[in-house]
């Protein structure tokens, strides 16, 4: 059974197509009949018209923001209305963001898997030259490592490295949080009911918590993207 939360993604290559609604029909008729009979929640449905040769798709790219706010699953037809750029495809993997191909379920795990067992293959083997050629050096006598590595100072930097990643992670997200708050905003809804409709669609936290939204949190976003 298919349970959770799904945001579908169709697509057409052609103008034409997307006017007269051909072909996403039936995209639409695949997702409903994988949904079928299971507790789902359908949150958004994005529709393109663009060639699958090209990455940079607005409403892909607004799927995936949303699917990363929210935990959802990104939901598609087929598997080249997603892209057939395998390198696009390794991307998902690492934006961390799940989807599944109805026409092929486990394609998630068959495709972006084995690019990944690939990936990992190859730095496994750079891993491993690495060490050989370290332990060339060492039977050299040649001294590996920086003292300084080890000092106050370079303790420091790790700090102010670890400050601002969090910063930037911080900033990252309140990027992705801004457009839908705005909207908000521009309806007129307050701090307090911006914090509960994104609660009730299920929008994601800075540190990742369900329905944990409130008018502070909302002003921060607010704050740190205007001081940015």
Do not use: H
Request: aromatic residues 4%.
């Amino acid at each position: 059974m298919t349970n959770g939360k799904f945001i579908s993604y169709l697509r057409v290559s052609t103008a034409r197509q997307g006017i007269s609604g051909l072909g996403l029909e039936a995209q639409r008729t695949n997702i409903e009949n994988y949904l079928n009979g299971s507790e789902w929640t359908l949150l958004k449905e994005f529709v393109e018209v663009e060639s699958g040769k090209k990455s940079d798709r607005p409403q892909l790219l607004e799927a995936l923001k949303l699917c990363k706010a929210t935990g959802a699953v990104l939901l598609i037809a087929k598997l080249d209305r997603l892209s057939r750029d395998a390198y696009f495809l390794l991307g998902l993997q690492k934006a961390d963001v799940k989807f599944v191909a109805v026409d092929m379920p486990t394609a998630n795990e068959l495709t972006v898997g084995i690019m990944a067992l690939v990936a990992q293959e190859e730095r496994k083997s750079i891993s491993t030259r690495t060490k050989n050629a370290l332990a060339v050096l060492r039977e050299r006598g040649i001294r590996l490592g920086n003292p300084r590595n080890l000092t106050p100072e370079a303790a420091k930097c790790g700090r102010v490295a670890g400050v601002a990643a969090i910063k930037n992670r911080a900033d990252s997200f309140a990027r992705d949080s801004i457009d839908r708050i705005n909207q908000l905003k521009a309806d007129g809804q307050s701090l307090n009911a911006i914090a509960k409709t994104l609660n009730q669609e299920g929008i994601l936290t800075a540190t990742g918590k369900s329905r944990a939204w409130t008018a502070r949190s909302v002003k921060n976003v607010i704050d740190r993207v205007n001081s940015s």
